[in-house]
T-cell receptor, first 116, second 114 residues
């Protein structure tokens, strides 16, 4: 069964450093998403991406964040200058985008980001 | 905006007990409803879904019915197993919009003891 993959599984970085989290979506899916889950809190939506542009973003997704699909397979989330409060589990998700009302998002295993 | 409220956890049950995890929602549009499960050390897996009122989603012995009149989507299982120990998330998305974000509840930690 096709699945979403994410790398790395765990990333440790110093405050102020840039990080790039990578996701390989399910191959025939058209919509891509990033969510995050701070320890002990809800899973929160960050951004959705379709046809090589952002389709929706939350208030969390400020100028420090960016997304792109650099090579037609990977989908990346970049945090330009990490803060302590960016420490969280980051989940990539994808959906086929072919059927309004039944579209389902499939999640990767997550990247745990720790900012020191 | 849209929101999802789950019963407070954690929930601890003995094997073969009956499980109910309550979920209610507030939505401006007409949502699709989902239950996702997160096993220890893993990502979110879709457990079941329902896309219109009175639909029942089911999978692996779990069931949930989309109740528009009570804005609820409670998760039930008749006889839980130790392997069901996980965190369960109720979520919704706008069914009328492709690529709509998921809005999640707080998650409910379930522990099943042998």
């Amino acid at each position: 069964e096709p699945e979403v993959t994410q790398t790395p599984s765990h990333q440790v970085t110093q405050m102020g450093q840039e990080v790039i989290l990578r996701c390989v979506p399910i191959s025939n899916h058209l919509y891509f998403y990033w969510y995050r889950q701070i320890l002990g809190q809800k899973v929160e939506f960050l951004v959705s991406f379709y046809n090589n542009e952002i389709s929706e973003k939350s208030e969390i997704f400020d100028d420090q964040f960016s997304v792109e699909r650099p090579d037609g397979s990977n989908f990346t989330l970049k945090i330009r200058s990490t803060k302590l409060e960016d420490s969280a589990m980051y989940f990539c998700a994808t959906s086929s985008g072919r059927a309004v009302g039944t579209d389902t998002q499939y999640f990767g295993p997550g990247t745990r980001l720790t900012v020191l | 905006g849209d929101s999802v409220t789950q019963m407070e956890g954690p929930v601890t049950l003995s094997e073969e007990a009956f499980l109910t995890i309550n979920c209610t929602y507030t939505a401006t549009g007409y949502p699709s409803l989902f239950w996702y499960v997160q096993y220890p050390g893993e990502g979110l897996q879709l457990l079941l879904k329902a896309t219109k009122a009175d639909d029942k989603g089911s999978n692996k012995g779990f069931e949930a019915t989309y109740r528009k009149e009570t804005t609820s989507f409670h998760l039930e299982k008749g006889s839980v197993q130790v392997s069901d120990s996980a965190v369960y998330f109720c979520a919704l998305s706008d069914a009328s919009v492709l690529g709509s974000r998921l809005t999640f509840g707080e998650g409910t930690q379930l522990t099943v003891n042998p």
